[in-house]
């Protein structure tokens, strides 16, 4: 099994995914992008912006397009990028 890190420490849980994690690092309060518009899932697979996903990973990856910076700093002045992956014995 691969287990997903980032470089602020947090591993992947069960219940929390190194998506969800990086979601939670730099999505603002108020879901506006950097490029000025919101981005909340609207409905299944489709962003408030009019983006429409094929995959549930494609909407992850919208949502980290348009969230994240480009230095990786989030709303807690730390830096969150995927670090590894490990491999369970």
């Keep these: ?3 997903m890190q980032c470089t602020c420490g ?37 962003c ?7 995959a549930s990973d494609d909407l992850d990856q919208h949502f980290l397009a348009v969230f994240v910076p480009a230095d990786a700093i989030g709303r807690d002045g730390r830096k969150h990028e995927p670090a590894k992956d490990t491999r369970d014995a």
Excluded: K
């Excluded at 998506?19 to 518009?37: M, N, R, V, Y």
């Excluded at 408030?48 to 094929?54: Q, Y």
């Design 48 to 54: 408030l912006c009019g983006f429409t996903a094929i």
């Design 10 to 46: 947090f591993t992947e849980l069960d219940d929390e995914t190194l998506i969800d994690h990086l979601q939670l690092a730099f999505e603002p309060a108020d879901h506006t992008g950097s490029d000025g518009l919101a981005h909340e899932e609207a409905a299944r697979l489709s």
């Design 1 to 3: 099994m691969i287990t």
